[in-house]
Nanobody, 122 residues
Framework: QVILVESGGGVVQTGGSLRLSCAAS????????WAWFRQAPGKERDFVAA???????YYADSVKGRFTISRDNAKNTVYLQMNSLKPEDTAVYHC????????????????WGQGTQVTVSS
């Protein structure tokens, strides 16, 4: 079992920055990839970024060049640095962990956090 707890969401103006954190506990040694997804009201849960156990990163086209995923193995924490935020980035951001490796679809992830709200005002 792996437990994920996100933090760092909030309200920010267009062009601003936020850093999300995902603290993991439990059998984290079994995790092959970590990811961030987001879900806006009435929409599907969309892939944002992922990082595998070798440190390779993957990004959605909509956030490439603005967002950076990273991890601190000593702290069992994954981060999402979000810069140049836009109103369309507004969503609940969820951290996820996969036993099988990185993927861009939610169904490939085994553990999920409860989410943290990010609101970008225009």
């Amino acid at each position: 079992q792996v437990i994920l707890v996100e933090s760092g969401g909030g309200v920010v103006q267009t062009g601003g920055s936020l850093r999300l954190s995902c603290a993991a506990s439990g059998r984290t040694f079994s995790i092959a990839a970590w990811a961030w997804f987001r879900q806006a009201p009435g929409k599907e849960r969309d892939f944002v970024a992922a990082i595998n156990d070798s440190g390779r990163t993957y990004y959605a086209d909509s956030v490439k060049g603005r967002f950076t995923i990273s991890r601190d193995n000593a702290k069992n924490t994954v981060y999402l640095q979000m810069n140049s935020l836009k109103p369309e980035d507004t969503a609940v951001y969820h951290c996820a962990a996969s036993l099988s490796g990185p993927a861009r679809v939610p169904g490939r992830y085994d553990y999920w956090g409860q989410g943290t709200q990010v609101t970008v005002s225009s």
